[in-house]
T-cell receptor, first 114, second 112 residues
Framework: DTAVSQTPKYLVTQMGNDKSIKCEQN?????MYWYKQDSKKFLKIMFS???????INETVPNRFSPKSPDKAHLNLHINSLELGDSAVYFC?????????????FGEGSRLTVL | KQEVTQIPAALSVPEGENLVLNCSFT??????LQWFRQDPGKGLTSLLL?????REQTSGRLNASLDKSSGRSTLYIAASQPGDSATYLC???????????FGQGTELSVKP
């Protein structure tokens, strides 16, 4: 009964490959996010969707493409992987957009690009 | 541009001590401030959420305060236990864009 679940938890791949990370939340929340945590443990927002609509798109290479088929899912597809993409990617959700909503995080997907 | 700073970066204390973790932010136009805990190799667990209109929140041995005008929050942990060892992150949710901006965390180690 995990609230925010991500798959896969670990991903090891070669440079140049394309990979996807999936995220699902069963909390009935409207808003979902992707965050990236780098090797220095710093968390930075990448994207945010509210009711399947893209709201935040930070300065992220266009090799990263989020897709939200419905408000319970937000997947992250990465093309032409580079060494610098190695990080832990966290999905999160929040009851409402903006304002006062508390964020709930998944357990992360550790991506290693060789 | 909002910046969130956490001091100290790392802290080691003996079991049973009371301790304070500090978080400061540069822009007071926030909806709320949230404290998280992150265990090694794990996701983030929300500990306390303080709305901008509130001064503090308490949960068990944890107490978080918020002084929006001075851009500061503290997380007080009473009677620390080895199980409290983790990285503690604070994050503010900005008015502008509703983004959650994180500090770099304080790595806490509680020695038995």
């Amino acid at each position: 009964d995990t609230a925010v679940s991500q798959t896969p938890k670990y991903l090891v791949t070669q440079m140049g490959n394309d990979k996807s990370i999936k995220c699902e939340q069963n909390l009935g929340h409207d808003t979902m996010y992707w965050y990236k945590q780098d090797s220095k443990k710093f968390l930075k927002i990448m994207f945010s969707y509210n009711n399947k609509e893209l709201i935040i798109n930070e300065t992220v290479p266009n090799r990263f493409s989020p897709k939200s088929p419905d408000k319970a899912h937000l997947n992250l597809h990465i093309n032409s992987l580079e060494l610098g993409d190695s990080a832990v990617y966290f999905c999160a959700s929040s009851p409402v957009w903006g304002e006062t909503g508390e964020l709930f995080f998944g357990e992360g997907s550790r991506l290693t690009v060789l | 541009k909002q910046e969130v700073t956490q001091i100290p970066a790392a802290l080691s204390v003996p079991e049973g001590e009371n301790l304070v973790l500090n978080c400061s932010f540069t822009d007071s136009a926030i909806y709320n401030l949230q404290w998280f805990r992150q265990d090694p190799g794990k996701g983030l667990t929300s500990l306390l959420l303080i709305q901008s209109s509130q001064r503090e929140q308490t949960s068990g041995r944890l107490n978080a305060s918020l002084d929006k005008s001075s851009g500061r929050s503290t997380l007080y942990i009473a009677a620390s236990q080895p199980g409290d060892s983790a990285t503690y992150l604070c994050a503010v949710k900005n008015f502008q864009g509703g983004k959650l901006i994180f500090g770099q965390g304080t790595e806490l180690s509680v020695k038995p």
